[in-house]
């Protein structure tokens, strides 16, 4: 399986500044996806990301607040705007392998603090 | 929207059980894959289902498609502390829009008492 590398693994943010978060994987990918995990909650599909053409975006996520790049195959940024104390959440990044069916592997996560 | 309903939410079982939980949706899904996440770290895919009533295994733990293709099952055998963590189930449902999206399920949170 692909190895996904994200930076930064954690960070403590001010109320209303920026973090980009990066994601780099060993192989290039078609598909990468940002995930938000809030607190003691499941995962929640913020964007799907394909190399070449603007990200899609899941309904209650807008490219203002989230806005992502997806300059090659192996590497994507999510950008967390005007961060509020609601923002703190785990940010994962994924990629999806395909073989026949489709499986995602994700990385180690971001974990964000907005004070 | 499609949801997973994921139980039991949580559970404390000992060292040395066996442990079952399950997913249900009202929706059928192409494929079920089982994750495991440690705290500090992203989920890691244990086992992956491709066709209903599949039964696979990966050392202790065993998983199954339902032949419904609604819900899935986990299961562990002879629990161990390293087993303690949050299990995830997600499913994919049919092709729609260009992209396989995977929904997860809520989550069960395994301790095992030694």
């Known amino acids: 399986s692909a190895v996904i590398s994200q930076k930064p693994s954690r960070d403590i943010c001010q109320r209303g500044t920026s973090l980009t978060i990066q994601c780099q994987v060993d192989?290039?990918?078609?598909?990468m996806f940002w995930y938000r995990q809030q607190p003691g909650q499941s995962l929640t599909l913020i964007a799907t990301?394909?190399?070449?053409?603007?990200?899609?975006?899941e309904s209650g996520f807008v490219i203002d607040k989230f806005p992502i790049s997806r300059p090659n195959l192996t590497f994507s940024t999510l950008t967390v705007s005007n961060m509020s104390p609601e923002d703190s959440s785990i940010y994962l990044c994924?990629?999806?392998?395909?073989?026949?069916?489709?499986?995602?592997?994700f990385g180690a996560g971001t974990r964000l603090s907005v004070l | 929207g499609q949801q997973l309903n994921q139980s039991p939410q949580s559970m404390f079982i000992q060292e040395g059980e066996d442990v079952s939980m399950n997913c249900t949706s009202s929706?059928?899904?192409?494929?079920w894959l089982w994750y495991k996440q440690d705290p500090g770290e992203g989920p890691v895919l244990l086992i992956a289902l491709y066709k209903a009533g599949e039964l696979t295994s990966n050392g202790r733990l065993t998983a199954q498609f339902g032949i419904t293709r609604k819900d899935s099952f986990l299961n562990i055998s002879a629990s161990i502390p390293s087993d303690v963590g949050i299990y995830f189930c997600?499913?994919?449902?049919?092709?729609?829009?260009?992209?396989?999206?995977?929904?997860f399920g809520t989550g069960t949170r395994l301790k095992v008492l030694a």
């Open positions: 994924s990629v999806e392998e395909r073989n026949g069916i489709y499986i995602q592997y």
């Open positions: 990301a394909n190399q070449g053409s603007e990200a899609t975006y």
């Open positions: 192989s290039q990918v078609t598909m």
């Open positions: 929706s059928i899904f192409n494929t």
């Open positions: 997600a499913g994919q449902p049919p092709y729609t829009s260009g992209t396989y999206k995977y929904i």
